[in-house]
């Protein structure tokens, strides 16, 4: 039964309305907030600072005298290169744009089946999906190298879209809040004569919307920082990604130390995505990790 308005502003629980007992809360909360964000203003604070900054022992977390140095010098570098920039950052969409929405709509539709179909040998294929969560992609890479060259994809843009389109982890995560899903919900939708593919559109992906944005954030991420896909899968420069290009810019400086700024450059470039990714989803993705399923 929900608390009258009035009771939540007296026990503090009212969250449009500040409680001194919430002072505790904020005290608390406060202190872990600053200390996990600490990575991220790292990387944006080395970003402008000069060379003497970056190389100085001990390392300093802030930044004395903020340059632009290192942005005028990776402009620089990607203006004399043989291929635009532009050009690898659109092919970095054509790597992220299909992989994220094909990572989605095959974990959807595979969460679905394993949840709410039965079939012979269901068991053991949820059975190798957690298998393969133990393996780090670097484990899998000789292997995933042999299927890319003999499938024919090698050196075409499909080489950086469909090896990443199996996330186990993605499966298991829309697998998890799909079976808190009423089973009487979807025998209700199939004896009005719904079929799987409205169900699944209509019923499934509203009520798992918020594991959908996590598998969205994680196949946005690894398609778009995937370096493996550009070094070793495509030898055209013309279709190598964004990152691949970002990765590569130190070493036009020439100088080691010098490229330290602009691979710092590059880092923050290569997350500012990725941030306000999180930032537009992020309240989808904190209801996944804080539920792990429909309640």
């Known amino acids: 039964m929900k608390k009258p308005k009035r009771l939540r502003q007296a026990i503090g629980t009212d969250p449009n309305n500040f409680n001194k007992s919430q002072i505790k809360i904020y005290a608390y909360v406060i202190p872990i907030a600053l200390f996990t964000a600490l990575p991220i203003i790292m990387i944006i604070l080395n970003a402008f600072k000069p060379l003497s900054e970056l190389n100085a022992y001990p390392p300093r977390f802030y930044v004395v005298n903020p340059t632009l140095e290192h942005f005028r010098r990776l402009f620089h570098i990607a203006s004399n290169t043989s ?13 992220t744009l299909p992989s ?12 679905y089946c394993l949840s709410k179909k039965q079939f012979k040998m269901k068991k053991v294929i949820m059975t190798v999906n957690m298998l393969a969560l133990m393996f780090v992609p670097v484990a899998v890479s000789i292997p995933r190298y042999f299927v890319v060259v003999y499938s024919g994809i090698h050196n075409t843009y499909l080489a950086g879209i469909l090896p990443g389109l199996a996330m186990p982890v993605g499966l298991f995560l829309v697998k998890q809040f799909m079976d808190q899903i009423p089973d009487a919900l979807i025998e209700a939708a199939q004896i009005d004569g719904a079929s799987d593919y409205f169900i699944i559109r ?15 954030i994680l196949a946005f991420q690894g398609s778009w920082n995937n370096l493996e896909a550009s070094q070793l899968y495509i030898d055209n420069e013309s279709i190598k990604n964004f990152a691949f290009y970002m990765s590569t810019l130190a070493v036009g400086t020439g100088n080691t130390l010098a490229g330290q700024g602009v691979s710092a450059v590059a880092t923050l470039i ?18 996944t990790m804080a539920h792990s399923g429909i309640k």
């Open 83 to 95: 291929f635009p920039a532009m050009r690898y950052l659109f092919n970095s969409f054509i790597y």
């Open 202 to 216: 209509g019923v499934i992906a509203p009520m798992v919307m918020p594991a959908l944005a996590t598998v969205g």
């Open 100 to 111: 994220v929405a094909l990572s989605i709509l095959f974990s959807l539709t595979a969460a």
């Open 270 to 287: 290569m997350f500012i995505p990725n941030m306000l990714l999180f930032i537009v989803l992020q309240s989808r993705v904190m209801n």
